[in-house]
């Protein structure tokens, strides 16, 4: 049963850059797309991008200009960097894994993220 | 962007029930659409891929159908571990756009 766990900084000061690392296990990282979605509190689901195995990624245009993802398969790990923040990305941040390239079938715990001075 | 809309935004019903969640797209999307539930302080997890088809290890009670524009979500027989909030998402065109819920709970 694979296992995905987020990681990184709860708390982000204005402007700064929001880092997180989603952590695989029980499975391979290999030959999926991995995806970070985002959630405000009592709100709906935003998904920011996704990245290949191959490194090709995929963002979503709102946030485009912002967001860099990565993947370390030695590591099984990929990364999410979400450059100056605003209180509008405080959210819980999930990873999720997507198999054929279009459905979300196992989702990390979410790491909740603030944007605060 | 594919716009999501569902209705209706929250419901109430008893124990034993049918319930119907229904999710519009802005523009023909097919099949391509998923369904989620996420229970209170949760991930989202996967119910149903490609508008009908049940992920595995789902109870069979869940079922999805339709195609094009609009969709229908229905939980057979409401069960008090379902109450939760449900999403829809398409996948036909990138980004993946989300609904933005049906909050279910028990009367």
């Known amino acids: 049963q694979v296992r995905l766990q987020e990681s990184g900084p709860g708390l982000v000061k204005p402007s700064e850059t929001l880092s997180l690392t989603c952590t695989v296990s029980?499975?391979?990282?290999?030959?999926?797309?991995w995806s970070w979605i985002r959630q405000p509190a009592g709100k709906g689901l935003e998904w920011i991008g996704r990245?290949?195995?191959?490194?090709?990624?995929n963002y979503n245009p709102s946030l485009k200009s912002r967001v860099t993802m990565s993947v370390d398969t030695s590591k099984s790990h990929f990364s999410l960097k979400l450059t100056s923040v605003t209180a509008a990305d405080t959210a819980v941040y999930y990873c999720?894994?997507?198999?054929?390239?279009?459905?979300?079938?196992?989702w990390g715990q979410g790491t909740l993220v603030t944007v605060s001075s | 962007d594919i716009q999501m809309t569902q209705s209706p935004s929250s419901l109430s019903a008893s124990v034993g029930d049918r319930v119907t969640i229904t999710c519009q797209a802005s523009?023909?999307?097919?099949?391509?659409l998923n369904w989620y539930q996420q229970k209170p302080g949760k991930a989202p997890k996967l119910l149903i891929y490609?508008?009908?088809n049940l992920q595995t290890g789902v109870p069979s009670r869940f079922s999805g159908s339709g195609s094009g524009t609009d969709f229908t979500f229905t939980i057979i027989s409401l069960q008090p571990e379902d109450v939760a909030t449900y999403y829809c998402?398409?996948?036909?065109?990138?980004?993946?756009?989300f609904g933005p819920g049906t909050k279910v709970d028990i009367k």
């Open positions: 999720a894994r997507d198999p054929g390239g279009y459905r979300f079938d196992s």
């Open positions: 029980g499975g391979s990282i290999s030959s999926y797309y």
């Open positions: 990245i290949y195995t191959s490194g090709s990624t």
């Open positions: 523009q023909d999307i097919s099949n391509y």
């Open positions: 490609d508008a009908s």
């Open positions: 998402q398409q996948y036909d065109n990138l980004p993946f756009t």
